[in-house]
């Protein structure tokens, strides 16, 4: 005999997730987004802006508060909302691109999942066609692995938020295409990320966790769609764990004595925050054994995967323009200062 899967969330058909929880955070927030239902989109409410360069990014739902949380002024100027785990497509991005297109170009900050690449790629293609010029810039800050399930080369994580922020101040300063492309590409090439999981998530549509994963082990290396990491090891305590995500993080790029870094201590959903703070006292030790000094950071839950328990770590090397446009102004769901 055959049986359903219970699926405990706060849900009324899986198919209607994406639109009912765009329509909620429509009503919720209406001085600061608005959404084209048909399209799937998240737009800036006074958009366009006239003589601005146009931010764009996007990907699948169940990872919020990205993309759609951090539309708004000084970031993004629409998210393009897929399905969970799933890339939007061309037609609603370049429907993304007419909304907010205020004349001085687009620019596509784009994570490195193959979808949301060939998808983001079409896109400008099509707004090419219409004489609308656009850059892309594909994020690919995850320090895991090389190749996954999802990617050619290494995956677009942590450091897609802080370059959306970054990058949407310096638009809101009134800098040009070439100069905002620019600065999307130098950020990416100073920001290194890696994240772990202590459990898995469970997509509205499966009704069953997306991985396996004993009560007494981690993940280390995991995607945000809960694909493989490096490694399944037993679980350890919080600062073995910093130690094998920072480690990695700060040979790569390779971060050094003296450097000033943004760091971005970053839930998966399911995690409280007395563990990132954890985390973040983890890591600020480790790096001042390394003399190397947290001049920023951001903590808490910015890129998630459902319900899935577990962090990721992002470090940006700054220096003062980085600094300057990180400090601007933004008004957004889920980042706001002044």
């Given at each position: 005999m055959s049986t359903v899967a219970v699926v405990k969330k706060f849900?009324?058909?899986?198919?209607?997730?994406?639109?009912?929880?765009?329509?909620?955070?429509?009503?919720?927030?209406?001085?600061?987004?608005?959404?084209?239902?048909?399209?799937?989109?998240?737009?800036?409410?006074?958009?366009?802006?006239?003589?601005?360069?146009?931010?764009?990014?996007?990907?699948g739902s169940g990872h919020e508060p990205m993309h759609g949380g951090f539309v708004g002024r000084g970031m993004l100027d629409a998210a393009c909302c897929g399905a969970v785990f799933t890339s939007p497509v061309p037609d609603q991005m370049a429907a993304a691109g007419s909304a907010v297109d205020g004349g001085a170009g687009i620019v596509h900050i784009v994570k490195n999942y193959t979808g949301d690449v060939l998808n983001f790629k079409m896109a400008a293609e099509m707004a090419e066609d219409e004489g609308v010029n656009v850059e892309s810039v594909v994020m690919d800050d995850d320090v895991a692995v090389k190749d996954s399930l999802y990617t050619a080369g290494r995956r677009g994580v942590g450091g897609t938020v802080l370059a959306e922020k970054i990058c949407g101040a310096a638009a809101a300063q009134g800098k040009s295409l070439a100069e905002v492309t620019e600065l999307c590409q130098r950020v990416n090439g100073q920001v290194r990320s890696m994240g772990m999981a202590l459990t898995p998530c469970i997509t509205p549509?499966?009704?069953?966790?997306?991985?396996?994963?004993?009560?007494?082990?981690?993940?280390?290396?995991?995607?945000?769609?809960?694909?493989?990491?490096?490694?399944?090891?037993?679980?350890?305590?919080?600062?073995?764990?910093?130690?094998?995500?920072?480690?990695?993080?700060?040979?790569?790029?390779?971060?050094?004595?003296?450097?000033?870094?943004?760091?971005?201590?970053?839930?998966?959903?399911?995690?409280?925050?007395?563990?990132?703070?954890?985390?973040?006292?983890?890591?600020?030790?480790?790096?001042?054994?390394?003399?190397?000094?947290?001049?920023?950071?951001?903590?808490?839950?910015?890129?998630?995967?459902?319900?899935?328990?577990?962090?990721?770590?992002?470090?940006?090397?700054?220096?003062?323009?980085?600094?300057?446009?990180?400090?601007?102004?933004?008004?957004?769901?889920?980042?706001?200062?002044?």
């Open positions: 849900i009324n058909a899986p198919d209607d997730v994406v639109p009912e929880a765009l329509s909620g955070m429509a009503l919720a927030h209406p001085g600061l987004i608005r959404v084209d239902a048909e399209n799937q989109n998240v737009i800036r409410a006074d958009a366009p802006v006239k003589g601005k360069v146009a931010l764009i990014s996007g990907g549509g499966a009704g069953t966790p997306s991985f396996e994963l004993g009560d007494d082990e981690m993940e280390i290396g995991i995607g945000i769609h809960g694909e493989p990491g490096r490694e399944r090891l037993p679980l350890e305590p919080a600062a073995k764990i910093v130690e094998r995500l920072t480690t990695p993080i700060v040979e790569d790029l390779p971060f050094s004595e003296g450097d000033k870094v943004l760091a971005f201590v970053n839930g998966m959903g399911g995690t409280p925050l007395i563990e990132l703070y954890i985390v973040y006292n983890e890591l600020n030790k480790l790096l001042q054994g390394r003399g190397i000094t947290i001049d920023r950071n951001l903590i808490g839950n910015y890129i998630t995967s459902l319900e899935m328990a577990g962090c990721s770590i992002t470090l940006l090397k700054l220096d003062d323009e980085l600094t300057a446009l990180w400090d601007a102004p933004v008004d957004t769901i889920a980042l706001r200062w002044s």
